[in-house]
């Protein structure tokens, strides 16, 4: 056995010293940014927008609405529901600032090193990073959560499916190569890998049972951020405590930040439930995302008497598409003419007024609130990109702005519905005793499958619009433990859905659109595209050269994916809504790509409390 050993031992020295000899002469960065524009210097104290000197204790009692019945964040996507405070306890190797677009500054890492063409990159851990247990962070703690979260998560594994290899490049050195050069975003995303404790993973637990990875699990897990999970009651509450020999409390990117000394999380199945918990003084804040509660439940006494502040918060820091999901994998929906249809039937100018108080606008791009929509013609270099693709997409791409039709009148709705049967009859479909069906006869069916109160109200307005076209239509109430398998495994004909979007779109375009995820479970890619000039759109946005390519080439994608009318775009609102108790300060003014900074950013103020009265 020892010479095999020391053969092995030779072997890994011999790895490491090659892959130190490629980081030589390498500029190491304390920060990392996609086109190179970063703001804060190495030597920085801290971010401009917190307060430094912010006083640390108090509690912040928090809603989440659902249920949870798992603390392990590798199997999030596709076991049990994550409870949102697990995520809270551990650190990636790089943070965002919030004050920048895209720019990521050392947390585990304290600076990173890459090739002119992107290939690799190369993080070196902090010499005091350390778990909760007090062991340090290490290369293998890294390998293992990038190893881990590629094969247990869909989400991880697309996105980071292009690291091909992770290795130990130095005592706290890891290397990560990627599948070819290029793609200068790979470097920043590594950064927000979430890194796991190995040792904790592979140990046993109370019980003296081996910890499985692969499955959900309630133990709460070892952690290396400022939080720990303190106590719980599975599936309606967690307290995280603040850990008060937190390794990084000086570090630059956590100055004034995490200022609570307690973080709690109460579970309601209910946004108005929730509400009521809320005027209870049950909780400290609740963020409202609904219009009808927003302009209607919140004028009881504690806001009049300004012990409750209400407060919308500008949302610049991303854009989104919220739509009526069609899933192609049905066969009913893969005629692009029928899906058309629907849209021409949906009037979204009376559901605004009826159900939001006419608070919000119809959304016309998966990039919505952002530079990266489209609109209009295509000119420049987004027209040259797009003639790539040109035999593969829609004529109308090049010849006519997109529009969502626009209803709110009777004439509207008339003109719409007039529009939607011209489309239906011209893809082959027909109506017979007032119900649609196809060249077979067979009738045109919809479930439309929600999981809460707010999305049944938008479904039951849509329902009798699909059904004066003949769709007989109906409604799922799931709940979220169904609600989540069904999605999981594509098994619905339509939901309501949303995507995210950064300012810098990248590599997840690929989870939400591409056709390698249009069938792997538990994928973003709810509706099932499989369209290749899609994916060489996509592959457009990830290796763009620079800012102007990177906004040419999004738009690029938002066009053929708009003229394909994969989804019925609902509405958005630019600002998220809070009200709080009036107990807590920040410093001013809030980050711009921060939006209402809470709770990281925020601080307990006792004189402010002890203005308002205690808890109840």
Do not use: C
Request: hydrophobic share 40%; proline share 6%.
């Amino acid at each position: 056995m020892a010479p095999a050993l020391g053969l092995n031992a030779n072997l890994f020295a011999i790895e490491v010293a090659r892959a130190q000899s490629e980081i030589n002469g390498l500029q190491w960065r304390h920060a990392l940014s996609l086109f190179g524009d970063i703001k804060y210097p190495a030597d920085f104290k801290h971010f401009d927008y917190v307060n430094p000197s912010a006083p640390k204790g108090g509690v912040a009692r928090m809603i989440s609405i659902g249920t949870f019945d798992n603390f392990n964040l590798a199997v999030a996507g596709v076991k049990g529901s994550l409870a949102p405070a697990a995520t809270l306890i551990y650190e990636t190797l790089m943070t965002k600032s919030q004050d920048e677009v895209v720019t990521e500054y050392g947390l585990l890492a304290e600076a990173a090193a890459h090739p002119e063409d992107f290939s690799w990159v190369v993080y070196r851990l902090r010499k005091e990073a350390r778990w909760h247990d007090g062991k340090p962070v290490t290369p293998e703690d890294v390998i293992f959560s990038i190893d881990a979260l590629k094969q247990f998560s869909p989400m991880y594994g697309s996105y980071y499916r292009h690291v091909v290899k992770t290795e130990k490049a130095g005592e706290r050195d890891i290397k990560f190569t990627f599948d070819g050069p290029g793609n200068r975003e790979l470097p920043t995303i590594v950064g927000e890998l979430p890194v796991l404790p190995k040792h904790y993973w592979e140990g046993t637990d109370s019980q003296g049972r081996k910890r499985d990875i692969s499955s959900t699990t309630l133990e709460p897990p070892l952690g290396s951020g400022p939080y720990r999970i303190k106590e719980f009651v599975a599936g309606r509450s967690v307290t995280l405590e603040r850990v008060k020999d937190y390794w990084g409390a000086q570090i630059p990117a956590q100055i004034g930040t995490n200022n609570f000394d307690q973080l709690r999380f109460e579970f309601f199945r209910d946004n108005l439930v929730a509400l009521e918990a809320f005027k209870a003084d049950q909780a400290d804040w609740i963020s409202e995302n609904s219009a009808k509660q927003w302009a209607t439940q919140y004028e009881f006494p504690a806001v009049v008497e300004k012990r409750v502040v209400k407060e919308e918060f500008k949302i610049n820091d991303s854009g989104r598409m919220q739509a009526f999901v069609l899933n192609l994998r049905r066969d009913q929906f893969k005629d692009a003419r029928l899906r058309r249809a629907f849209n021409y039937a949906y009037d979204f100018e009376e559901m605004n007024k009826q159900l939001f108080y006419s608070q919000y606008k119809r959304i016309n791009s998966y990039f919505e609130g952002t530079e990266l929509a489209s609109s209009g013609l295509p000119e420049g270099r987004e027209l040259q990109i797009l003639e790539a693709v040109r035999d593969k997409v829609p004529a109308e791409v090049f010849t006519k702005p997109y529009v969502n039709p626009v209803g709110g009148n009777p004439e509207a709705v008339r003109a719409n519905l007039r529009e939607s049967a011209r489309l239906l009859k011209e893809a082959g479909f027909l109506v017979r005793d007032q119900k649609l069906v196809d060249s077979n006869g067979k009738p045109v069916t919809v479930e439309i499958l929600v999981q809460d109160p707010p999305a049944e109200r938008i479904a039951l307005f849509f329902k009798p619009s699909l059904e004066r076209i003949g769709v007989t239509t109906s409604i799922r109430v799931a709940d979220d433990a169904q609600y989540q398998n069904r999605i999981r495994s594509f098994d619905f004909d339509m939901i309501i859905d949303q995507w995210g979007q950064s300012l810098s779109p990248g590599n997840e375009q690929r989870e939400f659109w591409s056709s390698r995820t249009a069938d792997q479970p538990g994928s973003r890619n709810t509706v099932g595209i499989k369209n290749p000039a899609v994916d060489a759109l996509i592959e457009q946005v990830i290796f763009a050269k620079d800012r102007e390519e990177l906004v040419a080439a999004t738009r690029a994608l938002d066009r053929v994916l708009l003229w394909n009318f994969y989804v019925i775009p609902q509405f958005t609102y630019g600002f998220s809504r809070y009200a709080r108790w009036d107990r807590f300060s920040h410093a001013e003014p809030l980050p711009k790509y921060g939006r209402s900074g809470l709770p990281s950013l925020w601080w307990y103020d006792a004189e402010k409390a002890a203005k308002i009265g205690k808890r109840s």
